[in-house]
C-alpha cells in the first residue's frame, strides 16, 4: 500500500500486456470505459490516489486526472471469478457506503502489484484466474505551473452531430452543467447549484460560458474549474477538454491564486 500514497499520481503499467513496449490503465475519452494503451505522456493515464476507511481495513480509490471519474467494477459485467480489463468503469463516487470503487493493492514478486476489488476479488486477465494482472506502479510528480487550456478546436470540442433548439441550430453534444462557486479555502454550498446545457466539449469554451453564468467576463483568466465526480468524489482540476459523453458534470469554481486553487495539484505527465 505504500506505492499508493493519498494523494499522488501514479501510472499503472501492465506487466501481463508489455510486450515489446509498455501499456497503461488509460480512462478512455468516453468518460465510462477503461482500456490499455501505449501513450504514456497523456492525461488520461495518470490516476490520483483516494484512500478511504472502510469496514475497519485502508481501501485505496483511483480517480482519474482528466475527467475525476473513479475506478470500478459494473457488477451487471463482472465475472465472478475476478474482472477483466473491460469490466473495469469509470464511475462517480456518490456515498461512503458505495464500495464498487474500493480496492486493495497486493504486493507481488519483484515489486509488482496486483489489484484486488473489494467485492469481486483479483483483477484477472480476461477472466483467466491463471493470469493475475500484474502491474508496475509508476509516481508521477507534480508540475510546478498548471498547464495551459487546449485551444477549442472543431476536432476536439464536440462539433459531431447538430442539435436543434428554439433559437435555431447549435453543434455539440449536449450535458447538463450543474455549477458552484467556493470560497477562498474551497468551501462550498452541497444545494443551491446553478444549472444550465453546454455543447461540445471544449473546456476553454466551458470556462467562458460558466463565466457567463456567473456575471463574470467570457474570457475571465481568475477562474480555475474543477470537476467533481459524484458527491464523495474529490475536485480535480478540470485542464482537458471534457469527455464524449452526454452525463451531466459537477463543476466547482475556485478564484485563481486563492489558497484553495494553489493547493490544487497537476500530474506531470512528461516527466
Given at each position: 500500500?505504500?506505492?499508493f500514497?493519498?494523494?499522488?499520481?501514479?501510472?499503472?503499467?501492465?506487466?501481463?500486456h508489455g510486450?515489446g513496449?509498455?501499456l497503461?490503465?488509460?480512462?478512455d475519452?468516453?468518460?465510462?470505459?477503461v482500456?490499455?494503451?501505449?501513450?504514456?505522456g497523456?492525461?488520461?493515464?495518470?490516476?490520483?490516489?483516494?484512500?478511504v476507511?472502510?469496514?475497519g481495513?485502508?481501501?485505496?480509490l483511483?480517480?482519474g486526472?482528466?475527467y475525476?471519474?473513479?475506478?470500478?467494477v459494473?457488477?451487471?459485467?463482472?465475472?465472478?471469478?475476478g474482472?477483466?480489463?473491460?469490466?473495469?468503469?469509470q464511475?462517480?463516487?456518490?456515498?461512503?457506503?458505495q464500495?464498487?470503487?474500493?480496492?486493495?493493492?497486493?504486493e507481488?514478486?519483484?515489486?509488482d502489484?496486483?489489484?484486488?476489488?473489494h467485492?469481486?476479488?483479483?483483477?484477472y486477465?480476461?477472466?483467466?484466474?491463471?493470469?493475475?494482472?500484474r502491474?508496475v506502479i509508476?509516481?508521477?510528480?507534480?508540475?510546478?505551473?498548471?498547464?495551459?487550456l487546449?485551444?477549442?478546436?472543431p476536432?476536439?470540442?464536440?462539433?459531431?452531430?447538430?442539435?436543434?433548439?428554439?433559437?435555431?441550430?447549435?453543434?455539440g453534444?449536449?450535458?447538463?452543467?450543474?455549477y458552484?462557486?467556493a470560497?477562498?479555502h474551497?468551501?462550498?454550498?452541497?444545494?443551491?447549484?446553478?444549472?444550465?446545457?453546454?455543447?461540445?466539449?471544449s473546456?476553454?469554451?466551458?470556462?467562458?460560458?460558466?463565466a457567463i453564468?456567473?456575471?463574470?467576463?467570457?474570457?475571465?483568466?481568475?477562474?480555475?474549474l474543477c470537476?467533481r465526480?459524484?458527491?464523495?468524489g474529490?475536485?480535480t482540476?478540470?485542464?482537458?477538454?471534457?469527455?464524449?459523453?452526454?452525463?451531466?458534470?459537477?463543476?466547482?469554481v475556485?478564484?485563481t491564486?486563492?489558497?484553495?486553487?494553489?493547493?490544487?495539484?497537476?500530474?506531470d505527465?512528461?516527466a
Amino acid at each position: 500500500m505504500e506505492q499508493f500514497p493519498d494523494g499522488a499520481h501514479v501510472r499503472l503499467r501492465s506487466r501481463v500486456h508489455g510486450g515489446g513496449g509498455c501499456l497503461y490503465l488509460h480512462a478512455d475519452e468516453d468518460g465510462v470505459g477503461v482500456s490499455l494503451r501505449g501513450h504514456r505522456g497523456s492525461l488520461s493515464v495518470a490516476w490520483r490516489v483516494h484512500r478511504v476507511l472502510h469496514g475497519g481495513a485502508t481501501r485505496v480509490l483511483l480517480y482519474g486526472a482528466a475527467y475525476g471519474r473513479y475506478l470500478a467494477v459494473r457488477p451487471e459485467t463482472a465475472p465472478p471469478q475476478g474482472i477483466r480489463a473491460c469490466h473495469a468503469v469509470q464511475c462517480v463516487y456518490d456515498a461512503p457506503e458505495q464500495d464498487d470503487v474500493l480496492w486493495e493493492a497486493v504486493e507481488a514478486r519483484g515489486g509488482d502489484v496486483l489489484m484486488r476489488h473489494h467485492r469481486y476479488g483479483l483483477w484477472y486477465d480476461n477472466g483467466d484466474p491463471s493470469k493475475a494482472m500484474r502491474w508496475v506502479i509508476e509516481a508521477i510528480p507534480p508540475r510546478p505551473e498548471p498547464p495551459a487550456l487546449p485551444a477549442p478546436s472543431p476536432s476536439v470540442g464536440g462539433f459531431s452531430g447538430l442539435l436543434r433548439r428554439s433559437t435555431g441550430p447549435v453543434w455539440g453534444r449536449l450535458r447538463r452543467i450543474r455549477y458552484v462557486r467556493a470560497d477562498d479555502h474551497g468551501n462550498f454550498a452541497q444545494i443551491g447549484w446553478g444549472t444550465y446545457d453546454f455543447y461540445g466539449q471544449s473546456v476553454y469554451r466551458l470556462r467562458g460560458e460558466v463565466a457567463i453564468q456567473l456575471a463574470e467576463p467570457f474570457a475571465s483568466i481568475g477562474m480555475t474549474l474543477c470537476v467533481r465526480a459524484g458527491l464523495c468524489g474529490r475536485l480535480t482540476p478540470l485542464v482537458t477538454d471534457l469527455p464524449r459523453s452526454e452525463e451531466p458534470m459537477d463543476v466547482v469554481v475556485l478564484t485563481t491564486g486563492s489558497p484553495a486553487a494553489e493547493a490544487l495539484v497537476y500530474p506531470d505527465v512528461d516527466a
